[in-house]
């Protein structure tokens, strides 16, 4: 049973582009979590989807949109990439939304690199 | 609003001795979830424990432990014997109410010398 996969798993961007990564929940699991964790922080939530709609959202700029497909699987979209967006992105599926959707697992995470 | 306080940033230990790790929780929800993770040099984040605020029962799982007082709204770890492996960074997390995200506190890097 594969777990939660990110990709990429590392990826280097230039300043004012725009990126996407990507999550395939773990099986079974239909809500989906983003975590952005810069180095040497603890990881800070970005925003949930369950059921193809935003359900809650961190205190990140609207640069940082989402989305979640019929698959449940999720995409992550950052706009006019800045420096201080350099971090790992943590993707992390639950079953069920509510209490449930925070036993998390996370995948391994994409590294991106803004230069 | 969830916080989470690690006051610990690095501990080193040699092999096969006890490290326990503070963690310190503010919360005005009364119904709320502790836990705690493991992050190693791999950047996965691995899920050690789930305690729900009306449990304070101790717990013990082979060479990991927990203590949680909510006089003291904290929820320590220890880890008993202590060998290699278990050099990662281990972090503490909250959720509570109708908030279902995970508050992280900053971590704990923890290091087991041979």
Redesign the interface.
């Known amino acids: 049973d594969a777990g939660v996969t990110q990709s990429p798993t590392h990826l280097i961007k230039t300043r004012g582009q725009q990126v996407t990564l990507r999550c395939s929940p773990k099986s079974g699991h239909d809500t989906v979590?983003w975590?952005q964790q810069a180095l040497?922080?603890?990881?800070?939530?970005i925003f949930?989807y369950y059921e193809e709609e935003e359900?809650?959202r961190?205190n990140f700029p609207d640069r940082f949109s989402g989305h979640q497909f019929p698959n449940y699987s999720s995409e992550l979209n950052v706009n006019a990439l800045l420096l201080g967006d350099s971090a790992?992105y943590?993707c992390?599926s639950s079953p069920g939304?509510?209490?449930s959707?925070?036993?998390?697992?996370?995948?391994?995470?994409t590294?991106l690199t803004v230069v | 609003a969830q916080k989470?306080t690690q006051a610990q940033t690095e501990i080193s230990v040699v092999e096969k001795e006890d490290v326990t790790l503070d963690c310190v929780y503010e919360t005005r929800d009364t119904t709320y979830?502790l836990?705690w993770?493991k992050q190693p040099p791999?950047?996965?984040?691995?899920?050690l424990i789930?305690r729900n605020s009306f449990d304070e029962q101790n717990e013990i799982s082979g060479r990991y432990s927990w203590n949680f007082q909510k006089s003291t709204s904290s929820f320590n770890f220890t880890i008993t014997a202590s060998q290699v492996v278990d050099s990662a960074v281990y972090?503490c997390?909250l959720?509570g109410g109708n908030?279902?995200?995970?508050?992280?506190?900053?971590?704990t890097t923890v290091t087991v010398r041979a």
């Open positions: 979590s975590y040497g922080q603890g990881p800070q939530f949930q359900r809650q961190g790992l943590l992390a939304f509510g209490q959707s925070t036993e998390a697992f996370f995948g391994q995470g590294r | 989470v979830y836990f993770y791999s950047g996965e984040l691995v899920f789930r972090f997390a959720s908030d279902y995200k995970l508050s992280f506190g900053a971590g």
